[in-house]
């Protein structure tokens, strides 16, 4: 298990990837052919859901199909991963996000957050983005960890952990290439001249992201090089 450094989250948000229940459902899904079976079999595209969630204001049950164009909400205590298309997301307790469609019904164009945390990894595609009150992300292909902190007056927390992401907050626009996580906090007003800042790793792990990226047949770029670098926010290996 990786160091993780955890900002307002508890250790078991963070390990909910190693429940039993979990990783049953993780294999079933791999097993059963991901998520084309479940489309032709006419299955739920929710992998696990742990707690309550609602999806445009009524309960979610685990039989349920998650598609573009739904908003969700997680309540206390709450776990819920999915996959729609070529993108698996895990959301944590407390959070609301809707998840906007692109061409047709299994492609999200945005993800967009309002409340919480959500991890997700995204396969190769083309005008998808993530949104979030003070940060825009434009997706290539890649997987990535983001968090809105409302006791921090809405501050937004946004980790590349893998890939190439356009990042842009107020007037500021970076391109972000990360081998191992580059993390900015961004503002909706300027600290220290900045609205976007570098930010370390935090509240969420490496395996996290590799049990999202198994989902839909991916592997992270730790696991394709076999090494992995620092969690100090940079994105590099440390060469």
Known sequence: MTQHLLQGREEKEILWFQ?????????AWIAMGGLPAAMAQQR???????????VNGNRLSAQQTIQSGDDIQTGPG???????GNASFQVRQNSSISVERG???????????????????????VNRSIVMPTLT???RGTGVYAEIFADRGDRNYFCNCYGTVDVGAGPEKVVSEAQYHQAFWADANPQNGRFL???GAINHSDEELEFLARLIDQRTYWQIVGRKGNRDGSGTMGY
């Open 197 to 199: 800042s570098p930010a």
């Open 44 to 54: 739920s595209n929710i992998v696990q859901l742990t707690g309550d969630a609602t």
């Open 103 to 125: 061409g047709t019904l299994n492609v999200v164009s945005v993800l967009r957050l309002l409340t919480g945390a959500v991890g997700s990894v995204w396969g190769k595609g």
């Open 137 to 139: 992300a434009g997706i």
């Open 19 to 27: 429940r039993r229940d979990t990783l049953k459902a993780a294999a």
């Open 78 to 84: 709450s776990n819920l991963v999915f996959v729609i």
